[in-house]
């Protein structure tokens, strides 16, 4: 049982440069974030999906999109990478988006922007 | 906004020195709070989550409590393997309006053998 699967782990990307974080989930859970990591500041929401066909914005959506390709995959796009976005990227899943079921989260990405 | 807030930032001990991490919170209606662990460069591992003041719950040294304003770790006589960083988090309501996960920044234990 995988869990949550990110492609890829690492990534350095130029300023400018777009690229697309992946995310899978075999769980068959309804409900996807995408997260980043920043030392002293904990895990902020990007965006979320709260069911399959939905998605919106979190606590720091400025410079990313997001697709719900399906139930199972949650990707985030990087349309033109900034320095302001280096940072540890997390994708997390939960059954439903309410009440109190805990969030699945895959292992991250390590993105550098340059 | 709901707010997390952790401490201490870091702490280091010695084996089998038992301690508490704090989690103090702000949340309009509590819907659960949840304890993680995170090992460097891996993901958050879900370790408890609790949903109600005067709730406690237990795994090996571990023990998480719950009152209407904070939430404690207590960790009984630790070892090296406990070595990692624990947050916490609220489903609390962002500036958006919209209710979501709000994580605290974590406290990063280190148990020195």
């Known amino acids: 049982n995988a869990g949550v699967t990110q492609t890829p782990k690492f990534q350095v990307l130029k300023t400018g440069q777009s690229m697309t974080l992946q995310c899978a989930q075999d769980?068959?859970?309804?409900?996807m974030y995408w997260y980043r990591q920043d030392p002293g500041m904990g895990l902020r929401l990007i965006y979320y999906?709260?069911?399959?066909?939905?998605?919106d914005k979190g606590e720091v959506p400025n410079g990313y999109n997001v697709s719900r390709l399906n139930k199972r995959e949650f990707s985030l796009r990087l349309e033109s990478a900034a320095p302001s976005q280096t940072s540890v990227y997390f994708c997390?899943?939960?059954?439903?988006?309410?009440?109190?079921?805990?969030?699945?989260f895959g292992q991250g990405t390590r993105l550098t922007v340059v | 906004e709901d707010q997390v807030t952790q401490s201490p930032e870091a702490l280091r001990l010695q084996e089998g020195e038992s301690s508490s991490l704090n989690c103090s919170y702000t949340?309009?209606?509590?819907?659960?709070l949840f304890w993680y662990r995170q090992d460097p460069g891996k993901g958050p591992e879900f370790l408890f989550t609790?949903?109600?003041a005067g709730e406690e719950k237990e795994k090996e040294r571990l023990k998480a409590t719950l009152t209407k304003k904070e939430s404690f770790l207590h960790i009984t006589a630790p070892k090296p393997e406990d070595s990692a960083t624990y947050l916490c988090?609220?489903?609390?309501?962002?500036?958006?309006?919209?209710?979501?996960?709000?994580f605290g920044s974590g406290t990063r234990l280190q148990v020195q053998p």
């Open positions: 997390a899943s939960r059954a439903l988006d309410r009440g109190s079921t805990e969030a699945f």
């Open positions: 949340v309009s209606g509590l819907r659960g």
């Open positions: 769980m068959n859970h309804n409900s």
């Open positions: 609790l949903y109600s």
């Open positions: 988090a609220v489903r609390g309501i962002l500036h958006t309006g919209r209710r979501a996960l709000t």
């Open positions: 999906s709260a069911s399959e066909g939905t998605t």
